[in-house]
Nanobody
Framework: VQLVESGGGLVQAGGSLRLSCAAS????????MGWYRQAPGKERELVAT????????DYADSVKGRFTISRDNRKNTVYLQMNSLNTEDTAVYYC?????????WGQGTQVTVSS
């Protein structure tokens, strides 16, 4: 199983980034997908989740109205559109695939927001 994140980078506050996570080795359409992040010195936290069929996206309060999670089951890819970024969004962002108690993780992609 491989989850490969991409799209991270350095952006100024107020800017946008779009993260992608390409999955292989799983039946992607059967897995709920999530984005998590971990800032230096902090625990990993949930950012957003989406069900296997693409419905019922859910977001952490800190990103509601700014981030959008979506998926394309034909491309085995989940996305995280991040708008109005601020310095508190700086973290390593991880993709996860979840089904029946089994979770797979990607290697993470760094997002750095400068003031």
């Amino acid at each position: 199983v491989q989850l490969v994140e991409s799209g991270g980078g350095l952006v100024q506050a107020g800017g946008s980034l779009r993260l992608s996570c390409a999955a292989s080795g799983i039946t992607f359409s059967m897995y709920a997908m999530g984005w998590y992040r971990q800032a230096p010195g902090k625990e990993r936290e949930l950012v957003a989740t989406i069900t296997s069929g693409g419905g019922r996206p859910d977001y952490a309060d800190s990103v509601k109205g700014r981030f959008t999670i979506s998926r394309d089951n034909r491309k085995n890819t989940v996305y995280l559109q991040m708008n109005s970024l601020n310095t508190e969004d700086t973290a390593v962002y991880y993709c996860s695939a979840n089904r029946l108690g089994t979770t797979y993780w990607g290697q993470g992609t760094q997002v750095t927001v400068s003031s």
